[in-house]
């Protein structure tokens, strides 16, 4: 996966922390990593349901486009693209993906502006 720019979320929870102690003491060589899969797979989900409900994780709905913005967004678009802002070509949630690393999952989009900046840092 590209370098995606963005939020990184840590957690800091003795108690997760130990439960997860207590499943790598019992688990395979392999737990880990197919613990991390699960919570890639799981936040991945979760995530596209948010483009569909189009909701923010609170469950609140998506701020509507100012007027001036889809003035200045049918004009540029010519009607070609779609959706609400964070719809408009699709690229943000086409490239949605996680990626496992020894002790970590990464979650997040690899789209990018015509300057190639993260896209959804904007967002």
Do not use: C
């Not at 797979?41 to 709905?61: C, L, Y």
């Not at 779609?82 to 979650?107: C, H, N, P, W």
């Amino acid at each position: 996966m590209p370098d995606v720019s963005g939020i990184t979320v840590q957690i800091d929870d003795g108690e997760l922390r130990a439960w997860i102690a207590r499943f790598m003491q019992q688990s395979s060589p392999d737990g880990l990593q197919r613990l991390l899969n699960a919570i890639g797979q799981d936040m991945e989900s979760r995530i596209e349901r948010r483009f569909d409900s189009k909701t923010d994780p609170s469950g609140a709905p998506w701020a509507p486009l100012a007027e001036s913005t889809k003035e200045r967004y049918g004009k540029a678009d010519k009607g070609k693209k779609r959706g609400t802002l964070l719809e408009r070509s699709g690229d943000m949630r086409d490239k949605l993906s996680y990626q496992l690393e020894s002790d970590a999952v990464l979650i997040g989009s690899s789209a990018v502006t015509d300057k190639g900046v993260g896209y959804p840092t904007f967002h």
